[in-house]
């Protein structure tokens, strides 16, 4: 449930009776709220670096730092800048004096509006005069409002549920007239949360959405992605369409919602319930993306090929030594190369009815090596934490990764053979093995997850048939 006293509050007031006459107002329409209190621009510029805020008010006349005598309203608007600039998504109310209001016109008459904390529609940057009776007041109201309406809905999963994941589902269900909310699955990688939601009321049948939650600029630059190469290229039938962005709210990070209309299950969870269904998925997906193909092959060396997942700055930070591999990555490659989805794994990959695969999380999606993408999800199996062989912990042999015999038993077999085919068909061996080094590579840098030993056998492996 989200509750008033999950939020953060920044006061920015060098005054200490109006600054207790404003914590009243705060604690009065947010009841338990966190006020993290600075008296000059300096100390609310920290703050504003080393700690997120789900609403900043700032006074304009503010000294610059902490001892002086000095106030200017120039300092209070340095303030309302570094906010906006750190923290877009955080609303502000700037307290300005009778004489000062135009001087904040240039940031509140130009603010983008969002919905914000169950507020439909909240100005993220607004202005109430000091000493009006109403005038804070009616600003914090909408907050008020929009607060209680998210607690309201029924949030429940399986699993605790991320605090920013939760507010956002609670954001949409208000937005959209929903009161209770399943969260069927989340997890997700690379700091990214990831959701499978159905949504509930009354009046309609139910509403499933895949929902992500990541860095602002991280959502912001994933929908850019899918507007430039999913849109317009695949089938609407193969891909979540985005239905919302929620960029405000949620501290420092945005969220998305995409449609998926009917009860989806991911691969992962499929090639356990159903190997033959999990191939003719996989089977499907090949087809599906053949709009992405452009006929175009570039040639580059093995090493750079790594270098574009695992730079050497990297290799180094992460203490790798990966001198064994000198003479490898002086090999060039002839590389097809296309439109790819870039983190093709298991999960990423939703079953619908009738086998039909859906593709979600575009985040990666960019031209790249053709093969990357099949390469990706027999990869994912081995490494994924989603993959029925990571979970049910099997012994695999890693080093046998290009002879394709690594499973300790049949399971599963049948779908990364699914997977090797669609990498392999048509292409040069140099162009899968190439690209298997690279990408297992790739997964040093995900030591809390991967065991780099295994990562290291697996790039062993490839190495050694091209050599």
């Not at 399986?158 to 937005?175: F, P």
């Not at 989340?186 to 929902?211: C, E, H, Q, Y």
């Not at 490494?383 to 099997?394: A, I, K, T």
Request: charged share 25%.
């Amino acid at each position: 449930m989200i509750r008033t006293s999950d939020l953060r509050v920044l006061l920015v007031e060098d005054n200490e009776e109006s600054k207790a006459a404003t914590v009243d107002d705060i604690l009065s329409a947010l009841p338990g709220a966190e006020i993290a209190w600075a008296a000059d621009a300096e100390s609310a510029i920290a703050l504003v670096e080393g700690s997120q805020f789900d609403l900043a008010v700032c006074d304009l006349k503010i000294p610059a730092r902490r001892g002086d005598l000095s106030t200017q309203e120039s300092h209070g608007l340095r303030v309302v800048a570094e906010i906006q600039a750190h923290q877009p998504g955080t609303p502000i109310v700037i307290l300005s004096g009778h004489g000062t209001v135009e001087k904040v016109d240039p940031y509140t008459a130009t603010a983008d509006v969002f919905p914000v904390l169950g507020a439909p529609r909240l100005p993220m940057c607004q202005a109430a005069v000091k000493g009006a009776l109403v005038g804070f007041r009616s600003r914090l109201e909408p907050i008020r409002v929009g607060v209680g309406a998210l607690s309201a809905v029924d949030v429940t999963g399986g699993e605790e549920i991320d605090s920013m994941l939760e507010r956002a589902i609670a954001q949409y269900a208000v937005g959209h007239g929903f009161s209770t909310v399943e969260v069927a699955k989340a997890s997700g990688l690379s700091g990214s949360i990831n959701a499978v939601v159905v949504m509930r009321s009354t009046d309609r049948p139910p509403k499933r959405v895949f929902v992500k939650v990541n860095r602002l600029d991280w959502v912001l630059d994933e929908v850019s992605r899918q507007k430039r190469f999913v849109e317009g290229f695949l089938e609407i039938a193969n891909w979540a369409p985005t239905l919302e962005v929620v960029q405000a709210g949620l501290r420092d990070k945005g969220a998305y919602f995409s449609g998926l209309a009917t009860d989806p299950v991911d691969l992962f969870a499929l090639s356990d319930v159903s190997e033959e269904n999990a191939v003719e998925a996989i089977a499907r997906l090949d087809a599906v993306l053949l709009p992405w193909r452009m006929r175009e092959s570039h040639t580059c060396s093995i090493g750079d090929l790594r270098r574009v997942h695992l730079p050497d700055a990297q290799v180094r930070e992460l203490g790798m030594d990966l001198s064994e591999f000198v003479e490898i990555e002086e090999l060039e490659v002839v590389l097809e190369h296309a439109v790819t989805h870039g983190d093709l794994h298991g999960e990423n990959i939703l079953v619908v009815e009738g086998l039909r695969p859906m593709l979600v999380d575009f985040a990666y999606t960019d031209v790249a090596p053709a093969i990357l993408d099949p390469v990706t999800l027999e990869m994912s199996f081995l490494f994924h934490p989603g993959s029925p062989l990571v979970r049910d912990g099997r012994v695999l042999r890693y080093e046998n990764w290009a002879e394709g015999n690594y499973l300790p038993d049949a399971r599963q077999q049948s779908v990364v053979e699914r997977c090797r085919t669609w990498a392999v068909d048509g292409r040069d061996q140099r162009e899968f093995l190439a690209m298997s080094y690279a990408h297992a590579l790739r997964h040093l840098k995900r030591g809390d997850t991967v065991d780099p030993d295994h990562a290291m056998a697996v790039a062993r492996s490839a190495a050694r048939s091209l050599s």
